[in-house]
């Protein structure tokens, strides 16, 4: 705390206190207990005793690789299996084949892609297909534009 003093009519003797807080010094020391306080906080979260399960890492395999549907300007639908494995598939049999996959990979995604040149109404049909074979997790392919 400071203290000044201003004398009151020009006299070397008369002076009076004016009590004048210095909040200077109290903010600095408020900033150096956030400081110190932010630093430790995580710290202290950190040592909290948990036992975490080991999981063998065989166990959670590779991700699985994503289905695509291709529609081509023909009207040709190809299913990509991953891996490389493109086979070209029937319309008719677009949706058992779609349901038989989703049977075993339910939470796989589905991508779709289709030719620039193809209807949208042939594009909505095979996400209505894909739907109601069981994947939720379906998606649009598109390039972008240069």
Not at 18 to 42: C, G, H, S
Not at 83 to 96: D, F, K, S
């Amino acid at each position: 705390m400071s203290m000044s003093a201003k004398p009151l009519d020009g006299g070397d003797d008369d002076y009076t206190p004016v009590a004048e807080i210095n909040v200077t010094p109290l903010v600095d020391v408020m900033l150096v207990l956030l400081i110190i306080f932010m630093v430790t906080a995580p710290l202290l979260l950190s040592t909290l005793p948990v036992k975490v399960p080991k999981a063998d890492l065989q166990e959670m395999g590779k991700p699985r690789d994503p289905l695509i549907v291709s529609l081509d300007g023909d009207s040709n639908y190809y299913l990509d299996l991953g891996g490389g494995h493109t086979e070209p598939v029937p319309y008719e049999q677009l949706e058992p084949r779609l349901a038989a996959l989703a049977a075993t990979q339910p939470d796989n995604v589905v991508y779709i892609r289709a030719d620039k040149g193809v209807t949208f109404d042939k594009v909505r049909d095979i996400l209505k297909k894909a739907a109601e074979a069981g994947f939720y997790r379906v998606s649009l392919i598109s390039q972008a534009e240069h």
